[in-house]
Nanobody, 114 residues
Framework: QVQLVESGGGLVQAGGSLRLSCAAS????????MAWYRQAPGKQREPVAI???????TYAGSVKGRFTISRDNANNTVYLQMNSLKPEDTAIYYC????????WGQGTQVTVAS
């Protein structure tokens, strides 16, 4: 069974940084474009960054220039470096394939205080 385990969230002041990590099963990591999603209270889950199998990133407009997605294929891990955080970035962050194909993990809470 595919498992996705997110970590690295926390409480940070506006303007601060966090680095999220997602450990994925090897059997999906080798063949999947991966993505980070977030779900804010009362809102639908939305993708914020996608990274292809070869490492090409794509970002939502709201995070472009502030967030960086990367992947470590050797360790089946995908990262999200978040800089210049804003209160509106507050959400639960999840990783999954770029198509959301797998069971969702618990996510990691990111709270940005103003």
């Amino acid at each position: 069974q595919v498992q996705l385990v997110e970590s690295g969230g926390g409480l940070v002041q506006a303007g601060g940084s966090l680095r999220l990590s997602c450990a994925a099963s090897a059997d999906i990591f080798s063949r999947a474009a991966m993505a980070w999603y977030r779900q804010a209270p009362g809102k639908q889950r939305e993708p914020v960054a996608i990274i292809s199998r070869s490492g090409t990133p794509t970002y939502a407009g709201s995070v472009k220039g502030r967030f960086t997605i990367s992947r470590d294929n050797a360790n089946n891990t995908v990262y999200l470096q978040m800089n210049s955080l804003k209160p509106e970035d507050t959400a639960i962050y999840y990783c999954n394939s770029a198509f959301g194909s797998y069971s969702w993990g618990q996510g990691t809470q990111v709270t940005v205080a103003s």
